[in-house]
């Protein structure tokens, strides 16, 4: 993956928390068994779901002294001006902080004209955070251990970049390589187009193969695959084939299926929320290949 070095670089919408220390709030979610791996990466599969029933039914996130909170102010929240020195696609070829501020301008150019122009949506930018230890989020304190998420509320994407390193590659052995970030990014964007047009109003079961909480995953991962496609033919980013591969191969990583088997769980379908390898690198390369909202539509669809 290459930047057009003489591209103009928006760093308006995104932004750096620092660390918040380690406290994760009410959004530490691991899954059964007290592994690492299921610990760490199980609240990656669940939590996007865990803020989306929250968000749908009007509520806020359990507070530590019970009841319900709205979420957390993030206004003023800091600032460690990671991104400052990020001006041109060069500093994009040279820095991977200025590359995520590429990849976050090239799906927002994208979404802007897609999103209206497919469906009945105007499209508004979602904003960007990354953070180190814990982080105030409209959807209340997250921690590191979630992985990287989408917050409905705040329309805010969140992401600990050590995830890509030590989970990714390191618990769940996918390959690595500097197309991994760009997918994670284009998946978490897609749920906020999900966010625009409604689409997370429609999950009503929670897991299983079929559940509709898988199917929102799988056109996050269509989303992506659009994108993706865009991105190779545009003027700000130049792709090639193992980019492709290094993003299918991250998808397979993040299968549920997969993570069940990394965490010494036997595979249990019943227990899905994000889809099988299979599924997902099917629907990121239907997205990749059809390119439109229709041909993502996964709620229609009879066979995932």
């Known amino acids: 993956m290459r930047f057009n070095p003489k591209a103009r670089l928006d760093t308006s919408r995104v932004r ?3 660390g918040g220390g380690a406290s994760g709030g009410p959004m530490r979610i691991p899954l059964p068994g007290g592994t690492k791996a299921g610990g760490g990466i199980g609240a990656v599969l669940i939590v996007i779901l865990f803020l989306i029933l929250q968000q749908c039914a009007g509520g806020g996130l359990p ?8 979420g957390t102010d993030t206004s003023r929240m800091q600032d460690t001006e990671r991104y400052d020195n990020c001006k041109t696609g060069d500093d994009a070829n040279t820095d991977v902080d200025c590359a995520r501020v590429a990849v976050e301008n090239s799906l927002v150019d994208y979404w802007a004209d897609t999103l209206p122009s497919q469906s009945d949506t105007q499209f508004s930018p979602a904003s960007m955070t990354t953070f180190s230890g814990a982080v105030p989020t409209g959807c209340g304190q997250a921690s590191s251990q979630v992985g990287p998420f989408y917050c409905p509320p705040d329309q805010g994407i969140y992401l600990d970049t050590t995830f890509f390193a030590d989970v990714l590659e390191g618990q769940l052995g996918g390959q690595g390589g500097d197309f991994v970030e760009p997918y994670v990014l284009a998946h978490e964007y897609g749920h906020h187009v999900q966010n625009l047009m409604g689409t997370m109003g429609r999950v009503r079961t929670q897991q299983g193969a079929d559940s509709d909480a898988v199917r929102l995953e799988l056109q996050a991962d ?5 994108w993706t496609a865009h991105a190779e033919d545009s003027e700000l980013i130049t792709l090639d084939p193992a980019d492709i591969e290094e993003a299918l191969d991250s998808a397979k990583a993040v299968g549920d299926d997969r993570i069940q088997q990394k965490s010494g769980q036997g595979v249990d379908p019943e227990g899905w929320t994000h889809g099988s390898s299979e599924q997902r690198m099917a629907w990121f390369t239907r997205g990749y290949e059809e390119g439109s909202l229709e041909a993502c539509d996964t709620f229609s669809a009879s066979d995932l």
């Open 63 to 70: 507070s530590p002294g019970g009841g319900t909170s709205s």
């Open 16 to 18: 750096d928390g620092g």
């Open 222 to 226: 269509c989303y992506a695959g659009m």
